[in-house]
């Protein structure tokens, strides 16, 4: 074996050596060709295959037109989640996301404020422009609603009253039901349903919130409270509610800032509370002066009474005798000359009289505990962990404990006493499992027509190849076979005579030249038999 792999190389040398430049430089550049059109036709493969959503969460009737204008235009897509999304090659997903856009496709059949302006026209009826006015608004609402966080789609119908005959007659009041259509998992927060019943009962003209009814595709309904609407059996329901907003708003706060201090992967908070739902109404009648420093109200009248006498009293009258008078009176007076004077004056002031009627919070914070695990890992570069150092370690619970200290002061309500932070908050320094790492990307498999492409190609080269060292050896063979043939023709060279015989002298000269020139010899041999 290894005679012939020997045999092959020298032969294959021999081969390269015995070509001139020319036919050189046609072998090397046929391969080198080859090699770049398989490598072209590689990336181009690898770039053209993958494919980029285009559209998603389209209804059949989207999906249709958008299919129909792909075939007509012989772009490959595919189409992904139950016919919802449409994907194409990645390097015409924008041309194609603009030109359809140009030509209104998709187009959902629904009506939105745009088409007034592009439709205007004279010969259109009252009736048949409040239907398209409705199915604008109840599109406009839509849109609107969708462009929230968690919601993929709704849908909207819309309730509008008839305008009133007679001016004196109010308006009816109009009502909107509405189905969201929400992303897996998501959970809206209180504020959140309030506000989009505020913002649907803005859109609509006369439409209370009271006349909204909103639900998701699982008929589930979305209530702005609760307790009010289905009575006392929600009330725990309510309260849980309330206890867990409020856990989860104060431990979304401190995950970002202690997260900013340690990093978010290396702290962990949990928020427990106790919250205090006693309601309390009470009606206050209060009156305060108006000035508060002297105690004092706001005059509202004053009366005036001065009187002066002067000389003898009047004759006719008996002291004591008149009809609410007594002698123990008025006492008669000897001398009849005397002086009288009377000065009175009378002040109304006004205080402030206030009434309340106070209803306290439906809620208050009675007590917080707050729990908080930091990784004791520092880094995990070169294979090495490091923990933190205990002044480490002691700088970041300082630095947390004046956090928690202020997050608790401002939370808890002042009417339960004094706040001590120590015994509502615990720091642990752990070490932390490592997080799992996400699976590698799936690298795009090549397809099989490029694998056939590819074979072709090295079938073709490697024919090219046989056929010119074929003809290569048919030449070599043809300038063998002359040179053998000029050999008999001369004949055996002429052996310095000795003593040995003829027939030994070639003997050995065949034996020499079967040993070192076996192909020379095998053909020698040939000529032989064919003379014979």
């Known amino acids: 074996m290894k005679e012939k792999i020997i045999t092959w190389k020298d032969k294959t040398i021999s081969f390269w050596k015995n070509r001139t430049k020319s036919q050189k430089g046609i072998f090397i550049g046929s391969v080198m060709i080859g090699i770049l059109i398989i490598a072209a036709l590689f990336i181009y493969s690898s770039g053209s295959s993958r494919l980029t959503p285009l559209y998603s969460n389209l209804s059949l009737n989207e999906v249709g037109q958008i299919k129909e204008e792909l075939d007509a235009r012989g772009v490959k897509y595919e189409l992904e989640d139950a016919g919802t999304t449409i994907s194409v090659p990645e390097d015409q997903a924008d041309t194609l996301l603009v030109d359809l856009a140009g030509q209104g496709i998709p187009n959902s059949g629904s009506i939105d404020y745009s088409f007034f302006s592009e439709n205007a026209s004279w010969g259109i009826t009252d009736n048949e422009f409040n239907v398209m006015k409705l199915d604008a608004m109840q599109t406009e609402l839509a849109k609107l609603i969708t462009g929230i966080d ?51 009962s803005k859109a609509v003209p006369n439409l209370p919130q009271e006349n909204i009814v909103i639900m998701n595709q699982f008929s589930e309904y979305f209530d702005q409270n609760t307790t009010t609407v289905n009575g006392s059996q929600d009330v725990h329901t309510y309260q849980q509610t309330v206890k867990q907003d409020i856990e989860r708003d104060i431990q979304s706060r401190l995950q970002q800032m202690l997260g900013a201090m340690v990093g ?108 908080v695990a930091v990784n004791r890992i520092s ?46 908050t615990s720091i642990v320094f752990q070490e932390f499992n490592p997080a799992p790492t996400s699976p590698a990307e799936a690298v795009p498999a090549i397809p099989a027509w490029l694998y056939i492409t590819g074979a072709i190609l090295f079938v073709i080269i490697l024919i090219l190849a046989i056929l010119l060292f074929k003809n290569r050896k048919d030449e070599s063979e043809s300038v063998e076979e002359e040179t053998v043939e000029a050999a008999i023709n001369t004949g055996v060279p002429e052996m310095p005579e000795d003593e040995q015989s003829d027939s030994a002298v070639r003997r050995k000269q065949l034996e020499k030249m079967a040993k070192d020139k076996p192909e020379d010899f095998a053909k020698l041999l040939r000529s032989w038999i064919g003379e014979d």
């Not at 005059?299 to 004591?320: C, D, K, L, Q, R």
């Open 150 to 200: 968690g919601i993929e789609n709704a849908e909207v119908m819309i309730n509008l009253p008839q305008d009133p005959v007679f001016v004196n007659e109010s308006p009816e009041e109009a009502s909107a039901s509405i189905v969201l259509h929400t992303q897996p998992g998501y959970q809206f927060q209180g504020n959140q349903i309030d506000s989009l019943y505020l913002l649907i």
């Open 264 to 371: 978010m992967d290396n702290v962990v908070v949990s928020v427990t509370s106790d919250i205090d739902f006693t309601q309390e109404n009470r009606v206050e009648e209060l009156v305060e002066p108006i000035d508060l420093e002297n105690m004092e109200g706001l005059p509202v009248s004053i009366e005036t009474i001065h009187e002066t006498y002067a000389g003898n009293p009047p004759a006719g009258g008996t002291a004591g005798t008149g009809e609410e008078d007594t002698a123990a009176t008025y006492q008669e007076i000897d001398d009849g000359d005397g002086d009288y004077e009377l000065a009175k004056e009378t002040i109304n002031n006004e205080f402030n009289r206030i009434h309340r009627e106070i209803v306290e919070s439906p809620y208050k914070i009675r007590d917080l505990g707050i729990q």
């Open 379 to 424: 880094d995990t570069s070169e294979n090495e962990v490091q923990y933190l150092s205990q002044q480490e370690e002691t700088a970041v619970e300082e630095g947390i404990n004046s956090i928690l200290d202020s997050i608790i002061q401002t939370s808890i309500d002042d009417g339960f006493g004094e706040v001590v932070t120590e015994e509502k």
